[in-house]
């Protein structure tokens, strides 16, 4: 059983679904605090290309006196801000002579359509949609389902164990924090998933990696999975 865990994303990138791809059960990390890193922090935002590069579109939600306290599956968004019409334009406007938007537009308007209370329902119609859209069919299940509330390594190890997990797939921040040793003892193998982004035409000029996998979806279609895809075998170490 090959498991990957991840916190859920606003309209995820590439290395987000290869890695779910490779596995055999990605368990949705909704129970923790929002990730704080400007680097990895992208519960609420993403990047799609514009004529000019990029640009980002981030969901606005509701911080006000919670300071780091976020709670991802507690997080309610800030819908007073018109940021489903803005973001909905924003990918019109760039995407429309995208191969694949005409086919494509009505599936992301219908979620743009619906007043989100919450962050991670939302995130999660994202990841149904697209999941579906790359003919993925990996078991998702979601970390607030589970009897598990240790902290950090040993919430990991624990999600782990509790689906009897033989290998866990972490992102290459993973080196930061776990300790490869204590996966060994509990006789689960530790890779690492470091992804090798491709290069694929897009809607613009230029080519702009690391966007949401909306960009490969609308220019590639049917084609998305096999470009996503980089059969670059797992680190161990």
């Known amino acids: 059983m090959i498991v990957t865990v991840m916190q859920p994303a606003y309209l995820p990138w590439l290395g987000y679904f290869e890695r779910i791809a490779r596995s055999d059960l990605f368990i949705s990390l909704d129970h923790v605090n929002m990730d704080a890193n400007s680097k990895t922090k992208f519960a609420n935002r993403n990047k799609i290309r514009t004529s000019d590069g990029w640009t980002w579109l981030t969901v606005p939600v509701r911080s006000k006196g919670l300071h780091e306290n976020l709670m991802l ?7 007073s801000i018109s940021w489903r019409r803005k973001h909905w334009r924003s990918i019109e406007a760039n995407y429309r002579r995208a191969p694949y938007f005409g086919d494509t537009a009505p599936r992301l308007s219908e979620i743009f359509d619906r ?13 149904t949609l697209f999941c579906e859209l790359l003919g993925l069919t990996t078991q ?7 009897p598990i509330r240790s902290e950090k390594q040993q919430l990991i190890l624990d999600l782990c164990r509790e689906k009897g997990a033989t290998t866990y797939v972490s992102g290459p921040f993973g080196r930061d924090y776990l300790n490869p040793g204590d996966f060994s003892d509990a006789g689960i193998e530790l890779v690492f998933h470091d992804y090798a982004h491709p290069t694929y035409a897009q809607a613009h000029d230029g080519f702009q990696p690391y966007m949401s996998a909306l960009d490969l979806l609308l220019n590639h279609g049917p084609a998305a999975l096999d470009i996503l895809r980089t059969n670059r075998p797992f680190s161990r170490s």
């Open 73 to 79: 599956d507690k997080i309610e968004i800030e819908n």
């Open 115 to 127: 007043e989100w209370t919450h962050l991670v329902p939302m995130c999660d119609a994202w990841h």
């Open 140 to 146: 998702t299940i979601k970390s607030s389902t589970l």
